[in-house]
């Protein structure tokens, strides 16, 4: 989606280095989410934002932090990063508009711990 | 508690064929919207097609089409027509009811559809 991107696409670290991903959206969304995405397991939420500053865990909040100063930037970082945090993370924004509006994904973060 | 099934990992159909992915949910709000989203090998989510829960119809979008049966907590997506560029993962997702903090998605863990020529 033209109106999400995330930063890097592509990114190889080693354990216990903290690591930070970027979402940025231009559609003045109030609701952004970040998932992660692992075989055998769909998406699975880590963290979400409901406006500047309010921030709220998802199912797999352990490991993980979120910030968010500016509508348009989402911030998510962890803290210490360990293999289990392998993994492909994607971003999502929604208007919150009406029940029928979609989540729009950006192109997803590939993260390699070694 | 929301969960999302899809219980084909794999599917098979043969270009120009319809198929049908399988998608059962289970949630207590009154309220709620289904969704599918395709994953081409590229990596990107892409919404097809949305279907609420007081929907009296099933929806559709050009080749996309949600049998919706409520009753048995059933949402399955139809292709009709298939090509090619079908082939790719699918998602079936659930959405709560609407609310002010924040409005989680449910996934399913997928679906890999392949369409042969």
């Known amino acids: 989606d033209a109106g999400i991107t995330q930063s890097p696409r592509h990114k190889v670290t080693e354990t216990g280095t903290p690591v930070t991903l970027r979402c940025h959206q231009t559609?003045?969304?109030?609701?952004m989410y970040w998932y992660r995405q692992d075989p055998g397991h769909g998406l699975r939420l880590i963290h979400y934002s409901y406006g500047v500053k309010d921030t709220d865990k998802g199912e797999v909040s352990d490991g993980y932090s979120v910030s968010r100063s500016k509508t348009e930037d989402f911030l998510l970082t962890l803290e210490s990063a360990t293999s289990s945090q392998t993994s492909v993370y994607f971003c999502?924004?929604?208007?919150?508009?009406?029940?029928?509006?979609?989540?729009?994904f950006g192109d997803g973060t590939r993260l390699s711990i070694l | 508690a929301q969960k999302i099934t899809q219980t084909q990992p794999g599917m098979f159909v043969q270009e120009k064929e319809a198929v049908t992915l399988d998608c059962t949910y289970d949630?207590?709000?009154?309220?709620?919207?289904l969704f599918w989203y395709k994953q081409p090998s590229s990596g990107e989510m892409i919404f097809l097609i949305y279907q609420g829960s007081y929907d009296q119809q099933n929806a559709t979008e050009g080749r996309y089409s949600l049998n919706f049966q409520k009753a048995r907590k059933s949402a399955n997506l139809v292709i009709s027509a298939s090509q090619l560029g079908d082939s790719a993962m699918y998602f079936c997702?659930?959405?709560?009811?609407?609310?002010?903090?924040?409005?989680?998605?449910?996934f399913g863990t997928g679906t890999s559809l392949t369409v042969i020529p």
């Open positions: 999502a924004m929604e208007s919150g508009q009406g029940e029928n509006q979609p989540q729009h």
């Open positions: 997702a659930m959405r709560g009811q609407l609310g002010a903090t924040g409005n989680q998605f449910y």
């Open positions: 559609e003045n969304h109030r609701y």
């Open positions: 949630t207590s709000d009154p309220s709620y919207g």
